[in-house]
């Protein structure tokens, strides 16, 4: 009687490493991390042997020292005698509001220029077209000059609007001034604040309070609140709609979500609109809006514009020409057929090209040094660095920041991205 026996295993041989398809992915992953990893560190040796033949270690103390230079542009307090690292946060902050600020007017610009381009009036379809191709096709530091240049030239001198005959007067109810010098607008300063300040009077009244962290929090947590509670009205209302078949109608409530909460912080910190007016040979008071930042966001935002409007329209052309046709046989009008059906399934198409016009305009941010704009770019990696003489310290901080702004960009748009998805059942 004989017995059955399994063929004895082979053994592991080390050309299976390269020809054995179980082991071949991992060897090259394998020997590219080493390639990888002894190239970074053959770089910071380098790096490190080239720095102490010039004397220099590495080290981010430099930011702990008094900058010495001014700042045009600040939304924080900020002076000559502060530190490196306060200069640097607000070119930072400079850097985030024109991001943010560029963004928003490139895609309501971009929005309405990719819609109106798909218009039957020829002229509407023409203009649109022109202006698409005419700032698609010129360098955006052109632009950037060309507005600043329009803003400091033709805009009128503060000088002409005194007088008992002035040839320049302000505009939106005596509120506003366009100079050139900027413009002049309102701000919204308060008398209280969390911290526990009060206003102190003065002859030209109460004078404001600096506003704390906790102010600053309250603000953006009241606003934080207001958004969720608008998804939760909007949820509703879809819940609604597809119950019954109509949708209720709810703007209203969203506003009042958003404006009342807000108004009562503002009525708590004693919020007061304060007007800029003459006084000497400029105006004071209110926010100057000075002709870099200017010139800096409509540039950019008319250029990024142009590109996100052709997204758009790719994104509605994209769409089936039978969702149109299915709309207006129940009743919709054109408007609402754009906005009710097809903008929502054109978004799918929309975003993951937006996403990297957003990184585009941040990154493009970087040319406010050609206006004078005091961006991260002038103050971290600029007069930082020529006054410390730390070019590899003050370059890497720069390229982090730019990193980690394009990632949480990034981030935030494909998390819209993904709730814009269709859900597979």
Known sequence: MSTMTDPPKPGFRLSQLIYDTRYRSLTIQT???????????????????????LGKDFNFGFLSNSAGYDINQKPIEYS?????????IVGILNTLIIALLGCVTATVLGVLAGVLRLSKNW????????????FRNVPLLLWI?????????????????????PTASMAVFDSVAVTNRGIYIPSIEFTRSLSGNEAVA??????????????????????????????????????????????????????????????????????????????????????????????LWLALSLYTGAFIAEIVRAGILAISKGQSEAAYALGLRPNRTMNLVILP???????????????????NSSLAIAV???????????ITINQTGRELEGMLLLGGFYLLVSLLISSAMNFYNRSTQLMER
Request: a positive charge; charged letters at 15%.
């Open 31 to 53: 020997v590219a991390l080493i390639l990888i990893v002894s190239g970074l560190a053959w770089l910071v040796s380098n790096t490190v042997a080239n720095l102490e033949a």
């Open 80 to 88: 000559s005698q502060d530190t490196h690292a306060r200069a640097a």
């Open 123 to 134: 002229i509407v379809s023409g203009l649109m077209a022109v202006y698409v191709e005419g």
């Open 145 to 165: 000059i060309l507005v600043f240049a329009i803003m400091s030239e033709s805009m009128p001198q503060p000088r002409e609007f005194r007088g008992d005959a």
């Open 202 to 295: 003065s002859q030209e009244g109460l004078a404001p309070v600096a506003t704390g962290w906790q102010d600053w929090a309250l603000i953006i947590g009241v606003i934080i609140v207001s958004i969720y509670v608008i998804r939760l009205i909007r949820r509703r209302a879809d819940r609604i709609q597809e119950a019954t078949g109509v949708r209720p109608v709810t703007w209203w409530l969203q506003i009042g979500v958003f404006v009342v909460p807000l108004a009562i912080v503002a009525v708590l910190l004693g919020a007061t609109i304060v007007q800029p007016y003459l006084k000497g040979f400029n105006f004071t008071e209110g926010v100057h809006l000075r002709n870099s930042l200017i010139a």
């Open 345 to 363: 399934q054109a978004m799918r198409v929309i975003i993951p090209p937006l996403i990297s016009q957003f990184l585009n305009l941040t990154k």
């Open 372 to 382: 004078g704009y005091m961006d991260v770019r002038a103050t971290l990696g600029g």
